[in-house]
RNA sequence: GGAGAGGUGGCAGAGUGGAUGAAUGCGACGGAUUGCUAAUCCGUUGUACUGGCGUAAGCCGGUACCGAGGGUUCGAAUCCCUCCCUCUCCGCCA
């Protein structure tokens, strides 16, 4: 949610750093609307004054035992009043509220202007290409040669676009995740978290889905739960509304949940295999930081999730978002992408991003500051570390050789109980 | 699905109409003391909005908040209604 003391302060600036992502946002109407309620708010608050202070009066009569007013009630005229103020305040706050929960994050001042991928900075590349003295295939040949991947019958199951493993596909993505916690929670230092994988709407509302990007996600009608996009979504809001102490910063979890996704809209881009699910695993990773320490941890995060691309032998490279291509609640996000050599693409697995104070706004997550008074909001980052379906495939297409079968890397094998080939 | 209980400050937990932002305990912070990483004692300690002053840390004033919303009343944490949430027991099921 967007600082209302910040577009008060400088909305010229608050105009402009939206627009840096191709947004306008009603910022002259959020500010008449908040001037307006002000002056409403005011107006209110001298009504209640004089109604408490009348009421004070008749306290201290009753307790002299001179009893009521014999003349009316002092205060009952005022009661009309105040109920038609606040009235007023309560529609401008709803208005208000309406307005900013669908105006996105400010960009960062590092994040490069432009509205699309070709504006975004290439950071790092690491690992090479890898090149083939036959022609690669794309992952859902090779898995469906070997039995590992099944899309026919998981959409039998489910519909278009769902995965199916099995055989050493399921324990290839099975050691692949439980590669990538060990790593997150023994090197890194990340807790580990199973949370539930249906969250409120409130939760949604929260790190910043609803109210938005509502038709692309999967809802249980029935009781008004979401199934998780991204595990971001329970880890932020396990803190919802509540106060931290400083000295409990940062907070960092990890987390290994499916993520549903309808993908409204993207029906045949990049579709075939596993390159656009609507379900998929992945490790998440979660920070939760004081804001002066908020874009170390971004770096590191990021380095994190790196780590566990290049451990697996794969060719990725980062890049830095442009301002109109970071989501909703971000303020910037670097993008891991590996190289996929048998469709020929590079494919976005991880997305690391800080939300600054933008989904901990949203959230009413605060924290109290040590020693001193007051409260603070903490800044939020989320990170894939890193996404699976995409990274199953990179690792098939990059590892097949040949023959047709698939090479274990090493960082796995204690996952794959020795396997080392697959096929 | 059936029956019941309950939602109070960072946490635990009192409080059934009048000055209660709310006892008490814990925690946290400040101080005192003890020959020692502890104990004891004293003090302080909610959040948000809003107006004013100050360059500012802050200070002064006001209002709201005891799950949410509505009602009764001069006055509601306290009484009434609706909703949400949590818990317990039973049933069903992994």
Redesign the pocket.
Known sequence: MID??LV?QDPEAVKKALGRRGEAGPIDDLLAV?AE??RC??E???L?????????????????GRG?PSHG????E??DRI?AV??KV?EHDRIMASMALNIPNIPHISVPDGDSHNNNILVSECGKKPEYDFNPLPHWEIGECLGILDFETATKLSGSNFPLFKGLGAKLERALYTYMLDLHTGEHGYTEVIPPYLA?RACMLGTGQLPRMETDMYRVEQ??LFLVPTAEVPLVNMHRE??L?E?SLPLRYVSLTPCFRREAGSYGRDTRGLLRVHQFDKVELVAITRPEESYDVLEKMLAHAGEAVRRLGLAYRVSLLCAGEISFASAKTYDIEVWAPGVGQWLEVASVSNCEDFQARRAEI?C?R???????HPHTLNGSGVALARTFLALLETHQRGNGTVGVPEALRPYMGGVEVIG
């Open positions: 209302i003391k008060r908040d309620r002000r708010l005011a209110l608050q001298a209640q004054e004089e109604r408490n202070r009348l009421s004070r009066e008749v306290a201290s009569r009753m307790k002299e009521k009630t002092p205060g009952s005022i009661k109920k606040e009235a309560v409120r009781d008004d509540q106060i102490e000295a605060r109290r040590s020693g001193g008074k007051g409260t603070f």
